[in-house]
């Protein structure tokens, strides 16, 4: 037995484990920083670490961010905090209230947030809750959460967006999250500085219902400290008490505070669910698409990428309000002369539309589009595009290359349109389109016609569709190299003549066909770029050859993100210089400048090699950038020499052949990372399903294997039991039944020898002692072990018992033949006989009688035994008290029957016990 007990103690642990591991698929870590995510809160396809569902999303249950621009009005510093907010708060959350000396103010386009609502498809711009801070305190309360109901059992998430600036140093060095009675605090301190965007997360238990939160924040900087807004997430399936983090260090606990610090840089091993550690050690194709994901992140990194923050430059082309959306519209490209082409890269609009739906990426993009040139007057189909940019609408171009072709006239044509919301209108249009020859774009030298275009509504023109300027920021790659910021110049008034040159002087002469200037990108992108200039090629007597006087007498629309190239016929030049006629002054208060980042005479397409010198009459000497700082600690300058390094502010130059080629690269590998992503996401939750229910399977096993040993060890000790006794009973068979068998030979034989009444009478006693011996010593075998005593004849049993326990009565024994089989369960008879034996002796020592009657007879539903005698009786008063007749009672209670006994004094007494057919038993001599 204490092996089965230890074996019990060994299966509860195992189904505790069992119960555990089927319980652990929802775990999620409980709180720490992500810095990866950024604005895609609601996009699945990008990995949330922080994830409290499953689902990859922040923010199930809702949101409150501040300063949200969610149409083309512009945002404002110090505007009013319940204007401009995007709330959605859950149930559980009564109130959020800023702090009395906070304001909101625009986060200068810096972060998007994405598919905020479902009326809201389109993304809007997050910006700062800015909290002003009393001198020489670092550490200020910026919000008062009020809860209610948290649901139960482990309560809610909040999520908190810092780093949501385009400066440095206006997020918080930690966050810290307390209830107002202070007996629970959470606190994460040394939060790295980027510009990415950070997320801070913390667990609420549910035990803090109907209380309220303090979020406190620690700046950097002693002046002001910023957020961009709260996300709010629930259930969550892990006790927040159990901190689990993958982003930070062990905990640092003081008094009633658990802080933790952040450690983002040295996590280096990847930790796994479980479902997912199965998946790859079971699934060859998630091993092989984990190791494709893991292959596209590292192929991104190399690849450029796009400004996500409001666009900049020209708007693009845009159709006239169509009544059909099978309307097709034409774009003709045709040249002077026969060009060849073997690329055409299509970029989307992406544009504040006031009246829909703010900030939209992908706008209006056409659903067909047909690429055709004309070859020998007929058209030939390059590419047809039918549902593209629909999986991730991030305004990236489509890229399409053929076969290089001969051709004076290149056909896109479109259909298929967007419908406008709200309306019956549908439109199609582009924000740019490159046509190259090469790495060289041609579509600038062609001229363009259209059959539907909105010319001068907002920022649409057909013109703007080949001027070089996109939505997706500077063609370039990061990071940058070197601390050069390119060239500036500030002048005490603003220019009006083109009384400052720039020279860019090579040792021979050079074949150049464009020359590209990048504006600088300080505090606002573009706006010290040259408002009035013209660009010269010169020979080696600095004599002009060609220029470009397109922004002489006419100001250039400030160009933002965008790079101004200006086009000539191929010249053999040894000179290019830059004019300055009329300089920058964003506001009156400001002061005249121009700042360039890099200018680059360009051949077929291709930057010149970096050969040449640059050439200021002015001879400005290096400058360092104070107030700017780069987050790798390269110290920032401007000098005259960085405007020609072949490095713009933010990495290398690209010409916009490579640009685009990576963007759609980038493109396509989102794409696949989407696809992939959602295959994974699929994949584990079938692992994690079919694990569940082989964990289901495993309990029922592992619960009927117990069952089975427990019957099994049962039957084991049954079978001992049984051969114990079947070897006692054949010892008493072969020992004592001889014994008590040889005495009744003996006294039988006596008997019959002695003659002496006084001897004779003693040997009759000698004798039914021994008869009744050797039939109990029977019964007491056949009850105990079937197999060796022998099942006898119960009637005659019972005449033999009444004869030898009566034997100087006059008795009367009417026996049913039919109750012999009712009666021969082993169990039930030996109970019998007992009961019976009892009444017998009673009736011998008490009654006092001298006639009794006997009956057993069966009856339909029971076993009738009757005992009735004409003895001394007693009174109702002694029958009723319990220990009267009290063996009687027993024996007739273990037989499941029902006994009734009746007397009075000098009357004699009568028995009846009835044995109901349900509580016998079958014989089954086997057990």
């Known amino acids: 037995m204490n092996d089965l007990s230890h074996w019990r103690q060994q299966m509860h642990w195992l189904l505790a484990c069992m119960l555990l591991l089927l319980t652990c698929s929802s775990l999620r870590a409980v709180e720490g920083i992500d810095m990866t995510t950024g604005g895609h809160w609601r996009d699945p396809s990008v990995k949330k670490p922080w994830s ?51 304001v909101t103010a625009s986060s200068n386009g810096y972060l998007k947030i994405d598919h905020p609502t479902e009326d809201l498809p389109a993304k809007v711009e997050s910006g700062l809750l800015i909290i002003k801070q009393p001198k020489d305190i670092r550490t200020v309360d910026a919000l008062q959460i009020k809860l209610g109901k948290l649901p139960q059992p482990y309560g809610i998430r909040i999520g908190i967006l810092i780093n949501n600036a385009d400066k440095l140093k206006l997020s918080p060095q930690a966050v810290s999250l307390r209830t107002s009675d202070g007996n629970w605090k959470r606190r994460i301190i040394d939060i790295p500085d980027s510009l990415k965007g950070t997320w801070v997360f913390f667990n609420v238990p549910a035990t803090h219902s109907g209380q309220s939160l303090i979020l406190s924040l620690s700046s950097r900087n002693e002046r002001i400290t910023t957020l961009g807004g709260l996300i709010f997430d629930a259930p969550i399936s892990e006790d927040p008490q159990m901190a689990l983090s993958v982003t930070t260090t062990t905990p640092i606990e003081t008094n009633a505070e658990v802080v933790w610090k952040a450690d983002i840089h040295n996590n280096k091993t990847e930790q796994l669910e479980w479902t997912e550690w199965l998946a ?120 399409v290359t053929f076969e290089p072709i001969q051709t004076q006239l290149l056909e896109i044509r479109f259909t298929n349109l967007p419908k406008r919301m709200g309306n019956n209108q549908y439109a199609g249009g582009f924000s740019e389109i490159f046509v190259f020859s090469g790495k060289a774009n041609i579509a600038p030298r062609a001229r363009l016609t259209t059959n539907s275009s909105r010319e001068g509504y907002r920022v649409f023109s057909r013109d703007y569709l080949t001027d070089e300027q996109t939505p997706l920021g500077l063609p370039e790659i990061g990071p940058r190299s070197s601390g050069g910021l390119g060239f500036t110049l500030v002048t005490r008034q603003r220019l009006h003549e083109p009384s400052q040159k720039l020279d860019l002087i090579y040792p021979e002469d050079q074949t150049i066909d464009a020359v590209r200037l990048d504006p600088a990108v300080i505090y606002k992108p573009g706006q010290a770029f040259p408002v009035r200039f013209t660009i010269e090629l010169l020979d080696a007597d600095e004599n002009p050859l060609v220029s470009d006087n397109s922004y002489r007498e006419i100001p250039l629309r400030n160009p933002g993100l965008n790079p101004y190239t200006a086009h000539f016929p191929a010249t053999s030049s040894r000179i290019v210089r830059l004019n300055f006629i009329e300089s920058s002054q964003p506001t009156e208060l400001s002061r005249p400048w121009i700042q360039l980042s890099e200018m680059t005479p360009l051949y077929q397409g291709s930057p010149l090699p970096l050969i040449g010198r640059v050439f200021n009459p002015q001879k400005s000497q290096p400058r360092i950038a104070r107030g700017l700082s780069d987050p790798s600690g390269i110290q920032l300058f401007w000098s005259d020499q960085s405007v020609y390094d072949g490095m713009t502010q933010s990495g290398k130059l690209l010409p916009h052949r490579e640009w685009l080629e990576g963007l759609n690269r980038r493109q396509r590998l989102l794409e696949e990372q989407k696809h992939l992503s959602t295959a994974q996401v699929a994949t584990l939750k079938e692992v994690r399903l079919l694990s569940q229910w082989i964990t289901l399977a495993l309990i029922v096993l592992l619960l009927s294997s117990a069952l089975y040993y427990t019957i099994h060890h049962r039957l084991q000790v049954r079978r001992e039991m049984r051969d114990t006794r079947e070897r006692i009973a054949s010892d008493l068979h072969d020992d004592v039944g001889s014994n008590l068998g040889t005495i009744n030979i003996h006294t039988e034989y006596l008997m019959d020898q002695i003659k002496d009444p006084a001897h004779t009478a003693r040997l009759k006693a000698i004798f039914k002692l021994a008869k009744e011996s050797s039939f109990g010593l029977r019964e007491v075998l056949h009850t105990t072990a079937p197999r060796i005593g022998r099942s006898q004849n119960l009637l005659p049993h019972l005449e033999e018992l009444t004869k030898l326990s009566l034997f100087d009565v006059q008795y009367s024994l009417q026996l049913d033949p039919a109750s012999n089989t009712a009666l021969s369960a082993p169990l039930l008879r030996k109970d019998f006989l007992l ?9 011998q020592h008490h009654a006092a009688c001298s006639q009794v009657q006997i009956s057993l007879q069966q009856t339909p539903r029971t076993i009738e035994l009757t005992i009735s005698d004409n003895g001394v009786g007693m009174s109702q008063e002694k029958l009723a008290k319990k220990h009267t007749l009290r063996t009687l009672k027993l024996r007739a209670k273990g037989l499941k029957a029902e006994l009734q006994i009746q007397s009075e004094v000098n009357q004699g007494t009568h028995i009846r016990l009835s044995i109901p057919h349900t509580a016998m038993p079958q014989a089954d001599t086997n057990k």
Not at 290 to 308: D, F, M, S
Not at 367 to 379: H, K, L, P, Q, T
């Open 835 to 843: 009961f019976y034996k009892e009444a017998l002796y009673n009736i």
């Open 280 to 399: 790859q050690q079971l699934l060859r194709s998630y091993r092989q698409n984990k190791a494709r994901l893991q292959a596209i992140e590292a192929e991104l990194a190399t690849l450029p990428v796009t400004y996500g923050g409001e666009p900049t430059g020209s708007g693009g082309y845009l159709t006239s309000w169509q009544s059909s959306a099978f309307n097709r519209t034409r774009l003709m490209f045709k040249w002077q002369q026969p060009v060849e082409i073997d690329a055409v890269a299509l970029l989307p609009l992406r544009l504040y539309l006031g009246d829909e739906a703010g900030l939209t990426e992908n706008a209006y993009w056409p659903n067909d589009i047909e690429i055709r040139a004309s070859v020998d007057g007929e058209f030939v189909s390059l590419a047809h595009l039918v549902d593209s940019q629909q999986d991730i609408r991030h305004s990236l171009p489509e890229f």
């Open 52 to 102: 409290v569902d499953g689902k990859n999303v922040y923010g199930t249950d809702g949101h409150y961010f501040f300063n949200v621009s969610t149409s083309s009005k512009k945002k404002s510093n110090n505007r009013p905090i319940e204007e401009n907010r995007l709330v959605s708060l859950p149930d559980y959350i009564t109130q959020v209230t800023p702090a009395a000396n906070s």
